[in-house]
C-alpha cells in the first residue's frame, strides 16, 4: 500500500508562487508515473501536471503551461510542483496521485490513478 501526503499549500496573492510536494512512502514509487490534480466544490478533479517515472516525459494542462513546473526527486520518494504567477482561478484543493503500473505515459484522468493524498488547499486572492 503507498501513502501519500502533500503540503505546501496556503493563501496567496495573485502573482505569487507556491511549491507544493508531494511525499511517498509505503513502497518505491520510482517506476510509476505520478501526477497532480486539482478540484473545487461542484466539479469534477481535473488533471494539472504529470511526470513520468525517469522525469523523461512531462504533460500541463493549458491552463498552467509556462506557470507550472513539475519535478520529482525518486531518491526521496517525492514529487513536486512548483506554481508561478498564481491566478484567482487556480485556486482549489491539490491533489498528488501515483499511477498502479510502471507506465511511459501520463494518463489525465483521475480513474487512471490508484493511490491519492488528502490534498492541500491552495487560495488565490486578487
Known amino acids: 500500500q503507498v501513502q501519500l501526503v502533500e503540503s505546501g499549500g496556503g493563501l496567496v496573492q495573485a502573482g505569487d508562487s507556491l511549491r507544493l510536494s508531494c511525499a511517498a512512502s509505503?513502497?518505491?514509487?520510482?517506476?510509476?508515473?505520478m501526477t497532480w490534480f486539482r478540484q473545487t466544490p461542484g466539479k469534477e478533479r481535473e488533471f494539472v501536471a504529470g511526470?513520468?517515472?525517469?522525469?523523461?516525459?512531462?504533460n500541463y494542462a493549458d491552463a498552467v503551461k509556462g506557470r507550472f513546473t513539475i519535478s520529482r526527486d525518486n531518491a526521496k520518494s517525492e514529487v513536486y510542483l512548483q506554481m508561478n504567477s498564481l491566478k484567482p482561478e487556480d485556486t482549489a484543493v491539490y491533489y498528488c496521485?501515483?499511477?498502479?503500473?510502471?507506465?511511459?505515459?501520463?494518463?489525465?484522468?483521475?480513474?487512471?490513478?490508484?493511490?491519492w493524498g488528502q490534498g492541500t488547499q491552495v487560495t488565490v486572492s486578487s
Open positions: 496521485a501515483l499511477h498502479w503500473k510502471p507506465i511511459v505515459t501520463i494518463p489525465i484522468m483521475p480513474n487512471d490513478y490508484a493511490y
Open positions: 509505503g513502497r518505491p514509487v520510482n517506476s510509476f508515473t
Open positions: 511526470i513520468t517515472w525517469n522525469s523523461g516525459r512531462t
